[in-house]
């Protein structure tokens, strides 16, 4: 293995390549395998970008496609075929059909974008500056995202300040606080020292603060919030959105419509390149390119996820992502959590988190290596990384779902015996 190149010339902040140091040639559904011909289970999926599969056949062949038909690649924002599709296909596939009504903003191509789009025409609608977020929360590394994202070992690395944020104790932080009431005083209280806000900008699932779901009726309560108080409700469905938590949508669940939702990572069908905010028709201020992306507009991008739409609907993913999660689920129950009580087990659809910080939170790490060792691709969340994170793509097959458990049952199993 000759990693003598990466060491000499990249730059000190690449990180996963130091949890997983070999070099990867290939990729197929849910196995990666190094330049030796080793296979690997993967249980990290990308950060959420693969959702299909690596190389999903479907997928990779309408790309195939396009390209030997020398259809235009790089577009801007103007008017092309691809992009057409994809915005029918969204439209009249996803969004419609869930009672749903949504314009769509093309904006760069990472998850960190979309934040910054979606804070951006916040503020711009509003006129008010602040924002609030949750405690626990992740949403980019640019610094408005990172403005929001509560993490201090990546804030520290900014080196400059972040404004115009309140950041609100998530309801698993303090038992018996009323955090609808807590945000509700900090607009009543002429003495919080609190702007009102912009926005309420969350995830309906934690996954970098450490998989922590919240909960159908908090979720209904902050959407009563926020239509009392004329704030903005905007969900980061980034990361757990395109059916990972088993709708396409991970709001679903709860009954609520935010006024944007912001996405990336799967939406791009095959870990191509796509970010887009949907947002409410009556919310669309903007002038014409007053926010704009050299890369808004890949049509690679167009084409894998208006095809990743066909593949979701006709093989049943989100039910089979619901089904999956149970296996995960069971298998974690009766195999690993009786292993010490005080570890923990969170998570829906087939996004799981082992919380190891009641024990030591240094064990998630031990895990991930041992895992790693036996060729399973995993990674950690949360504070201080205790949460020890399984999310493979989600059109993984049971056995091989079931081999990866396997390893990681003998991997927590063999730590918490040292």
């Known amino acids: 293995m000759n990693t003598a190149t990466f060491e000499k010339y990249e730059s000190e902040v690449r990180s996963y390549c130091r949890h997983f140091p070999k070099v990867f040639t290939n990729a197929v559904g849910a196995t990666l395998t190094d330049e030796d011909g080793n296979d690997y289970i993967d249980f990290f999926c990308g950060a959420g970008a693969v959702n299909y599969g690596h190389n999903n056949p479907y997928i990779k062949q309408k790309m195939v496609d396009y390209l030997a038909s020398d259809g235009i690649i790089h577009a801007l924002d103007m008017y092309t075929a691809p992009k057409r599709n994809f915005i029918e296909s969204l439209e009249k596939k996803i969004i419609e059909p869930r009672g749903l009504k949504y314009k769509i903003q093309f904006c760069g191509p990472t998850g960190t ?23 626990g929360c992740f949403h980019g590394m640019t610094l408005g995202a990172l403005s929001l994202t509560s993490e201090m070992y990546a804030r520290n690395g900014c080196g400059a300040s972040l404004n115009d944020v309140t950041h609100i104790p998530a309801p698993y932080m303090f038992e018996g606080l009323d955090v609808i009431q807590y945000m509700q005083t900090l607009l009543d209280d002429d003495h919080s020292a609190v702007d009102k806000p912009a926005a309420v900008v969350m995830e309906t699932l934690q996954a970098e603060g450490g998989i922590r779901p919240f909960t159908n009726e908090f979720l209904r309560d902050v959407r009563a919030f926020c239509d009392k108080n004329d704030i903005l409700l905007i969900i980061d469905d980034v990361q757990v959105g395109c059916c990972r938590t ?8 709860a009954g609520i419509v935010p006024d944007m939702v912001v996405m990336s990572k799967s939406i791009g069908g095959m870990g191509m390149p796509l970010a887009i905010v949907l947002l409410k028709e009556e919310l669309d201020c903007w002038k014409p390119g007053e926010h704009n992306g050299t890369f808004r507009g890949n049509q690679l991008s167009f084409v894998a996820g208006a095809a990743s739409f066909d593949y979701l609907l006709e093989n049943n993913v989100e039910a089979e992502t619901r089904r999956k999660g149970e296996i995960v689920k069971s298998f974690l129950e009766k195999e690993v959590l009786p292993l010490d009580e005080r ?66 049952a003998k991997a927590v199993r063999e730590s918490l015996s040292k």
């Open 113 to 135: 974008n979309a934040i910054e789009a979606a804070l951006k025409l916040a503020r711009k609608k509003t006129g008010r500056r602040n924002i609030f977020a949750f405690m």
């Open 246 to 253: 088993g709708t396409f949508f991970s709001f679903e669940r």
């Open 343 to 408: 570890l923990e087990l969170r998570g829906m659809g087939l996004i799981w988190g082992l919380d190891f910080g009641k024990i030591n939170p240094e064990l998630s790490e031990v895990v991930i290596e041992k895992c790693f060792e036996q060729k399973v691709i995993c990674e950690c969340a949360g504070r201080n990384g205790a949460v020890f994170k399984i999310m493979p793509p989600l059109v993984i097959g049971d056995d091989l779902l079931k081999k990866g458990l396997e390893v990681v």
